[in-house]
């Protein structure tokens, strides 16, 4: 079984609809995050946090929110769709040393959400 | 701010060597990391090095880390077609914050 899901991995909506990403680990890490892919911008960072009771801002938090419900699962909202919300998000987890790589991430396949 | 570039699409013949670059811009970054993804998947961790070290080698990949450049190289000898996917080069800043590149197409012609 992989280690981190997402759920729905694939999704399409119209401009205004409320959508949820979810994302479950079985990794028993603390930290997990929330980016999206644009083709010829990498991975930008929307939102992280380290533990339940820790949420953070990335680089592009505006039109987002999260929900860290548990150790194991932190959702992705958008509140009201924008045609240009239009990507690949991805989760990811990591342990901050636990794997001697640092920071290692260990991602999710991926949700390809489509704004219309 | 903190910055990783790196160039768009690398084509090479199987077979060849492929060096994949990268520049930084946080000079306190400890690791700095090369994650491959494959198509319809998530990132996945090929290799990383530590601040402190110039060169390291695994099987077929060599990473070169030139300090005082804040440049970072991958290089995969005998690249093979199965090595076809996206090379995102990364920094950490801090301990908590990993910056990514835009990410390098390698194109392997068979």
């Known amino acids: 079984d992989a280690d981190v899901t997402q759920t729905p991995r694939n999704r399409i909506t119209k401009t205004g609809k409320r959508i949820m990403l979810e994302c479950s680990q079985t990794?028993?890490?603390?930290?997990m995050y929330w980016y999206r892919q644009d083709p010829g911008l990498g991975l930008r960072l929307i939102y992280y946090?380290?533990?339940?009771?820790?949420?953070n801002k990335g680089e592009i938090s505006d039109g987002y929110s999260v929900s860290r419900q548990a150790q194991a699962k932190f959702s992705l909202s958008l509140e009201s769709a924008i045609p240009n919300q239009t990507a690949l998000y991805f989760c990811?987890?990591?342990?901050?040393?636990?794997?001697?790589?640092?920071?290692?991430?260990?991602f999710g396949p991926g949700t390809r959400l489509t704004v219309l | 701010g903190e910055d990783v570039e790196q160039s768009l699409f690398l084509s090479v013949r199987e077979g060849d060597s492929s060096v994949i670059n990268c520049t930084y811009t946080?000079?306190?970054?400890?690791?700095l990391y090369w994650y491959k993804q494959e198509p319809g998947a998530g990132l996945q961790l090929l290799t990383y090095?530590?601040?402190?070290?110039d060169m390291k080698q695994d099987q077929r990949l060599t990473v070169l880390l030139n300090k005082k450049d804040k440049h970072l190289s991958l290089r995969i000898a005998d690249t093979q077609t199965g090595d076809s996917a996206i090379y995102f080069c990364?920094?950490?800043?801090?301990?908590?914050?990993?910056?990514f590149g835009a990410g390098t197409r390698l194109f392997v012609k068979a």
């Open positions: 990811a987890t990591s342990d901050f040393g636990g794997t001697g790589a640092g920071n290692e991430q260990f």
């Open positions: 990794k028993g890490h603390d930290r």
């Open positions: 946090s380290f533990d339940v009771k820790d949420i």
């Open positions: 946080d000079s306190s970054s400890t690791y």
């Open positions: 090095i530590f601040s402190n070290m």
């Open positions: 990364a920094e950490d800043t801090g301990g908590f914050k990993t910056i």
